[in-house]
């Protein structure tokens, strides 16, 4: 009876204007099918549908307006007391940074969950961050670069994920003309788009809570792996397209949020891949040490002529640099490339936070005579390797805190914090030192290892744990919301029930 009600208001609907649309939101004509479902039954797979309930598109508009309502608030009260009030001594600069941290923690906290999912996923994570930030911003980094950003830059610096000004500088002066920060945020959208298009693809193999039960293990490890992927996707495609945006509106080049995690072979290198703008924060504020001492673009112009001086014997000379390091992706310094990456010559990381200078002479260089002599020096005697354990320890309690940081997000956007996530990033620090400890120990049959047999090891212990990250996702209908958003926005028929695409098992 049911079933005839529908199709009868269905038939009335068509009657009466305004009640049946015809475009979508985005302006473009209806379709009757949904072209990727009927695609998938043409090929022979089974399509389940199951309910779902509509996107709360207006509470997400009115959500959207007020996170960027307070992060400009925010970031307007940050400039003020950092150029204003935090200068007159270290007590109120303390103050300040404790301040301005309690509230961009306390802000989830105090304005609750909205039901709007993805919103609400991004409100402890960005407040989490930007409470690292603003004490790389008050403590680590010096006055004076601080004081030389226009107050775009400083938002930017507080509330997204910029390059660094020495990057862009090191850029000018090896290309010898300076990009145009706009131009350059807007020839990463086709990568947006892409990624968009790959996220719309992966929703239809998210299954929904109530046809996971009886679901075969393997399967439900499969389908969490499509979802380990669309995450990626989705991270990519909002966190790239909302930086992006923001660097064409304030004029400020954005770095990327990940280096292409899915090209790497081994653990260690797919966590050094994976949103540099959260770890490449949690590695400096976290394990950085104290204020830093950076070096002058003029000084680092210096080092760079020094060791143009010493490129005859570069490569080996590199190599000798780098034979004291752990190859630990979460304890070296992030702007570094580990040896799997090793192309020639070392270089800056793209969009990390840069490292801490060490001490030099007082501006953070060197005379070129004896910085010449050291690398010398450095090429015929490299430097021993440092203790592995120390590393080890600081590389686990990076993933634990990482886990924490997100035992914090599902907390504040899914209800619930039962430790899944934590295991999930502990076991992946443990499985990092793992590697590392094996290659440090047994080299030679570390290189023997074939990049195919890499690959399995890597994706097979990801099959096994990735739903420790992806159940909690599952269960709680984060992807079955986003769903219902994807049929608000594509040029389908409003659709009163999701569809699910079975290619694994029944």
Same mark, same amino acid.
């Given at each position: 009876m049911a079933a005839v009600n529908d199709n009868m208001w269905d038939k009335v609907s068509k009657l009466i204007p305004g009640a049946h649309p015809t475009h979508s939101i985005l302006g473009f004509k209806l379709l009757e099918e949904d072209p990727v479902i009927a695609l998938a039954k043409q090929a022979g797979f089974r399509v389940a549908e199951y309910d779902l309930p509509p996107y709360p598109l207006k509470l997400a508009g009115i959500i959207g307006l007020r996170m960027m309502a307070f992060m400009f608030s925010s970031g307007a009260l940050a400039w003020f007391l950092y150029h204003f009030v935090a200068k007159r001594s270290p007590v109120l600069n303390y103050g300040c940074l404790g301040l301005l941290a309690t509230m961009l923690l306390a802000w989830p906290e105090v304005v609750g969950r909205s039901g709007v999912m993805l919103l609400d996923f991004w409100r402890p994570a960005l407040g989490f961050r930007s409470a690292l930030l603003v004490w790389d911003i008050f403590h680590i980094r010096t006055r004076e670069e601080v004081e030389s950003w226009n107050p775009f830059r400083f938002f930017c610096h507080l509330w997204a994920f910029p390059k660094e000004e020495e990057e862009i500088a090191e850029r000018t002066r090896?290309?010898?003309?300076?990009?145009?920060?706009?131009?350059?945020?807007? $020839?990463?959208?086709? =990568?947006?788009?892409?990624?968009?298009? !790959? *996220?719309?693809?992966?929703?239809?193999?998210?299954?929904?809570?109530?046809?996971?039960? #009886?679901?075969?293990?393997?399967?439900?490890?499969?389908?969490? &792996?499509?979802?380990?992927?669309?995450?990626?996707?989705?991270?990519? *495609?909002?966190?790239d397209g909302l930086l992006k945006s923001l660097g064409i509106l304030f004029g400020v080049e954005m770095a990327d949020m990940f280096e292409n995690p899915? #090209?790497?072979? @081994?653990?260690?290198?797919?966590?050094?891949?994976?949103?540099?703008?959260?770890?490449?924060?949690?590695?400096?504020?976290?394990?950085?040490?104290?204020?830093?001492?950076?070096?002058?673009?003029?000084?680092? $112009?210096?080092?760079?002529?020094?060791?143009?001086?010493?490129? =005859?014997?570069?490569?080996?000379?590199?190599?000798?640099?780098?034979?004291?390091? &752990?190859?630990?992706?979460?304890?070296?310094?992030?702007?570094? $490339?580990?040896?799997?990456?090793?192309?020639?010559?070392?270089?800056?990381?793209? #969009?990390?936070?840069?490292?801490?200078?060490?001490?030099?002479?007082?501006?953070?260089?060197? @005379? %070129?005579?004896?910085?010449? $002599?050291?690398?010398?020096?450095?090429?015929?005697? +490299?430097?021993?390797?440092? +203790?592995?354990?120390? =590393?080890?320890?600081?590389? !686990?309690?990076?993933?634990?805190?990482?886990?924490?940081?997100?035992?914090?997000?599902?907390?504040?956007?899914?209800?619930?914090?039962?430790?899944?996530?934590?295991?999930?990033?502990?076991l992946n620090g443990v499985a990092t030192v793992a590697s590392t400890w094996f290659k440090r120990t047994?080299?030679?049959?570390?290189?023997?290892?074939?990049?195919?047999?890499?690959?399995?090891?890597?994706?097979?212990?990801?099959?096994?744990? !990735? +739903?420790?990250?992806?159940?909690?996702?599952?269960?709680? %209908?984060?992807?079955t919301q986003m769903d219902a958003l994807k049929y608000e926005l594509l040029p389908i028929a409003p659709r009163k029930?999701?569809?699910?695409?079975?290619?694994f098992g029944n």
């Open positions: 090896e290309e010898g003309f300076e990009r145009d920060p706009r131009w350059e945020n807007l $020839k990463g959208m086709p =990568k947006v788009i892409i990624e968009g298009s !790959i *996220l719309l693809l992966t929703l239809y193999v998210i299954p929904p809570a109530e046809l996971t039960v #009886g679901m075969s293990r393997v399967a439900y490890h499969a389908y969490c &792996d499509s979802l380990g992927l669309s995450i990626l996707m989705a991270l990519a *495609l909002f966190g899915l #090209g790497t072979t @081994n653990i260690r290198l797919f966590w050094s891949h994976w949103n540099r703008a959260i770890a490449s924060v949690l590695h400096r504020v976290v394990f950085g040490g104290g204020r830093n001492s950076k070096s002058s673009v003029r000084s680092q $112009k210096k080092k760079a002529d020094a060791a143009a001086v010493n490129k =005859k014997g570069g490569r080996a000379q590199q190599l000798a640099q780098r034979q004291h390091m &752990d190859q630990l992706s979460e304890t070296e310094a992030e702007t570094g $490339k580990t040896d799997d990456e090793d192309e020639g010559g070392l270089r800056h990381r793209k #969009g990390a936070i840069k490292p801490m200078t060490p001490a030099g002479n007082g501006n953070g260089t060197a @005379n %070129g005579s004896e910085k010449t $002599k050291a690398a010398s020096q450095q090429q015929q005697q +490299p430097r021993k390797k440092g +203790p592995f354990y120390p =590393k080890a320890i600081a590389a !686990i309690a990076t993933f634990a805190m990482s886990g924490i940081f997100h035992e914090h997000i599902t907390r504040n956007t899914l209800g619930f914090a039962n430790g899944e996530n934590f295991i999930f990033f502990v047994f080299p030679k049959q570390n290189e023997r290892i074939p990049t195919w047999l890499s690959l399995i090891l890597l994706h097979t212990f990801f099959f096994t744990v !990735i +739903p420790l990250f992806c159940s909690p996702f599952i269960r709680s %209908g984060f992807f029930r999701g569809s699910f695409i079975y290619l």
